[in-house]
Structure formats: C-alpha cells, structure tokens
C-alpha cells in the first residue's frame, strides 16, 4: 500500500512540473554529474550542469560554480576593427619615374604619416626601362630603404639589343613580402648601374617605377590622434531556445567585455551604449 502511495506521489510531481515549466521533447533533465537547485515556478526542481550547460548553442557555454552561482560566457568577437583602419591598403599611383641614375622620390602616405620603419606584406615592385643602345645592357636596381636580412633590396636585368632600337624591358613583377622599409622621409632612393655589353656605365632613356598595392604586416612611426567610430552588433545568446514556458531569473546579474589590442599602437576603448533583450522583448 505503500508502495502504491509513492507511485501516485510521484506521478503527481511529475505532472505538476510539467504544468509549470514545458520543454521540447528532445530535453532531457537528469543527473548524471553534482546537481544543483534551480527555482521554478511554484516548484523546486533538480538540473545538472550538464544538462544545463546542453542548452547553450554557438559561441555560449553556462556553468554553476559551487556556490550556486550561474555563469553564462559569450566566446568571439562582438565587433572588429582590424589595422586596415588605421593604415588602409595605398594603391598604386601610378608609374614613378626615375630620371636619373640616384634620385629620392617621396610617397604620399594618408593622414600625413610618418612611416619610419614598417615591413612590407603582400606588396609586389616592377620597373620598365629603354635604352637606345646598338648592344646588350645590364641594369643592377636598388632600393636603398627596402632591406631584408641586412641586405638592399637589389634586382639585376638584362636587356639584349634584337635589332631594334629602342630596347625595352618591362620587369616581372618582384614580391617584398617580409622586407622592411626604414625612412625618415617618407621616401625611396633609387640607384642604378645600367652597363653595355663594351662596359660603358649609361642613363637608361627611361626608368620607371611601379607598384601594385602597398600593405604592412608592421609600422613604427607617427599615425596622429584618430576616433574610430565602430558600429555595434547584436548578440544571440539563445540560451533556453527549448525552454517553451517558464523563467529563468539571474540574480545580481553582471556583464564583462574583454577588449584585445591588436593595432600594435596604444588604443583607449569607449562604450557609449549596451543594451540587454530578453526572449520577450524587455529591455535593460
């Protein structure tokens, strides 16, 4: 007879809880590691962290300390910002011409920069060059604040006469990726060795410079003061998505935002605005 009572007593909780709190039918409540008290409505009902923290989609991930405390993480990036911000990508503007055997020709980098050293990434050099000369030139280039290693950046071409007067030569195009600019000018020094087949030292007729894209992987220099705005984004935490009736309340809830340098130049952060939503609607 006992027995029976308990059955039925159980059978009671067990319906009385579902009067309160409704789930899908794929969620599970159970214990299979230490559980912990949550409050219901009109009932106290049992949850392990595991179970718990199965609720959690995405980038979420809820654990209870043991003092009962709830935690609820967001793991990746709300918004971002990258160095491109702050230096974007400076296309080629077209060719530069070399007029003379060593000349110092400066570049326009934006916001009136000061680039003193920065180490160049997906960045490629070219050159044309003519010469009128009835034999074989070879031309020795380098770019004396362009260095690798300790070594100048340095090219050698050859210009074979076919024939035909003028020669000319337009250069493959040279990678400088992981080699390092140093300036205190925002300049390039170009120097030439341009020698024919008898050893006669010339001035090529022309000598142009070009480049496709400037990026750097590093700047060390003078980037000015700057505000960046950054638009915010939304965050589904998406916690109780099973949950179809019910709450879950948060006492003395906190919220912490961890902000990652990654520009390289001392950077201050400042929120203007953070706004929490509930599944219903409200707003905090």
Known sequence: ????????????VILTMNSCALFDDDLILGSKQDEYSLAFPMINSRVTVGKLASLA??????????DGKTIVK??????????????????SLGELVIPDTLVNIPLQFPNAYIIRKAVFQNTKLMFSFEHNEPQDVIIKM?????SKNGKI?????????NGVSPVKLNTVPVSVDGWTYQSNDNSLTFKYEAVTKDGKRIKLDKAVFNYDIIV????????????????????DVSLFNKWLSG???FADPKV??????????????KVNALELTSITGNKV
């Open 216 to 235: 750097f992987s590093f700047i060390e220099g003078y980037l000015g003061y700057h505000i960046y705005p950054i638009q915010g984004s939304v965050i």
């Open 57 to 66: 989609k995405g980038n979420v991930s809820v654990g209870i300390e043991p």
């Open 142 to 146: 380098q770019i004396l604040e362009v």
């Open 74 to 91: 967001y793991n990746g990036e709300v918004i971002r910002r990258t160095k491109s911000s702050i230096f974007p990508p400076l296309p």
């Open 247 to 249: 709450s879950f309340d």
């Open 153 to 161: 950046f340095e090219q050698t071409y050859q210009m074979p006469f």
């Open 1 to 12: 007879m006992q027995y029976k009572s308990f059955i039925i007593l159980l059978v009671c």
């Open 256 to 269: 912490s935002i961890r902000v990652d340098n990654a520009f390289g130049v001392p950077v201050r952060s």
